[in-house]
């Protein structure tokens, strides 16, 4: 907060008012990109729109908006940053979808040795309820699956 105290006064009515502006078209702004989005979660307005917000509450002054100094002088985000970070938040997603159906793999792995072993299936059932998933049998989690048997006894013949 500009012109403001410590303890958070305003020390000029003008910044007050903007201040006050400024917030209300956010408030106004975060419930509308909630209710777009398909999770409908809260979603706290980005940087660069809260900025673009700022530019059209502020007055200008000779051609510059009145209340961030040198900023001024400095670029503005461009539309080449944003596609450059749209690509990266792709590529993350897709790495997470990859690393999602290794972990897939993996617990299917660990379910197909459980089978016929009760302490590796106590054992993976007391991870699960830690990590708030669902604790499942080993012996239904694929009916495809097949399992191994148990009825050979590798030691009748010594």
């Given amino acids: 907060m500009t012109h403001a105290t410590p303890d958070g006064v305003f020390v000029d009515p003008a910044s007050e008012k903007l201040f006050h502006a400024v917030a209300t078209r956010i408030e ?22 809260a900025d673009r917000i700022f530019e059209e509450v502020a007055p200008k002054k000779k051609g510059r908006t009145v209340g961030i100094g040198s900023v001024n002088e400095v670029a503005r985000a461009t539309s080449s940053y944003t596609l450059r970070r749209d690509e990266e938040i792709s590529q993350m997603k897709a790495r997470m979808d990859s690393q999602q159906v290794r972990l897939d793999s993996l617990e299917d792995l660990l379910d197909v040795m459980a089978v016929g072993n009760p302490t590796m299936q106590r054992m993976l059932s007391e991870r699960r309820t830690a990590l708030g998933l669902p604790v499942q049998d080993p012996k239904e989690s694929d009916p495809n699956r097949q399992q191994p048997s148990n009825s050979t006894n590798y030691f009748e013949d010594m």
């Fill in 28 to 49: 106004e702004r975060e419930p509308q990109l909630t209710q777009q989005s398909p999770d409908v979660l809260p979603i706290t307005l980005p940087t660069e729109e």
